[in-house]
């Protein structure tokens, strides 16, 4: 017998209730969360680790939201492609935070000077048109590294995401 199928791609409704009672951003409450911390950054907060500011942080992430609405379609990365499902389990499987200093796409990288207002606006835009979006609402292109993510994968990994670059910033 076949599974349910989720209305938006072939993923099966199994896929879609991995992971359930990690934290991810279709929990209204994770979202809240995340909108408080947003809200505690400061032009001159200090990083705890990497080379971004706290405004190039936040266009970073939301340059991750983009890609999980499918606003950005990013490149299959070659190293991605031989170990990204391997990895994926160990990445997602808890509530473990993400590594400091881990690697990242090359795409998401942001060097160039920008405004913490802006860029905050922006992602809470992204943010509130994610979770409410709901797993609907997720793409359904594959990560560059992951690969293919069920929605609920994806929404517990922009909330790991996220939370590591708040981290970052102490909030």
């Not at 199928?5 to 991995?18: A, P, V």
């Not at 999980?68 to 473990?96: E, N, W």
């Not at 560059?144 to 069920?150: A, E, I, N």
Request: charged content about 25%; glycine content about 8%.
């Amino acid at each position: 017998m076949r599974e349910p199928t989720h209305n938006n791609s072939s993923r099966t409704f199994r896929g879609l209730c991995q992971n359930r009672g990690m934290k991810n951003l279709f929990e209204p409450e994770r979202v809240d969360e995340i909108r408080a911390r947003i809200a505690r950054i400061r032009p001159d907060s200090p990083q705890q680790w990497g080379e971004m500011d706290a405004a190039q942080a936040l266009a970073h992430c939301s340059e991750g939201l983009s890609w999980a609405v499918g606003d950005t379609v990013p490149p299959r990365m070659f190293f991605g492609s031989l170990l990204g499902r391997a990895i994926k389990g160990k990445v997602l499987g808890d509530d473990a935070p993400m590594r400091r200093n881990s690697p990242t796409a090359k795409t998401l990288i942001v060097a160039d000077a920008r405004e913490l207002a802006a860029e905050r606006e922006r992602f809470l835009t992204l943010l509130d048109r994610f979770a409410s979006g709901g797993p609907t609402g997720c793409t359904v292109q594959a990560h560059s590294f992951f690969g293919r993510l069920t929605p609920m994968q994806w929404a517990i990994l922009m909330y790991k995401h996220i939370d590591h670059h708040l981290r970052q910033f102490g909030v």
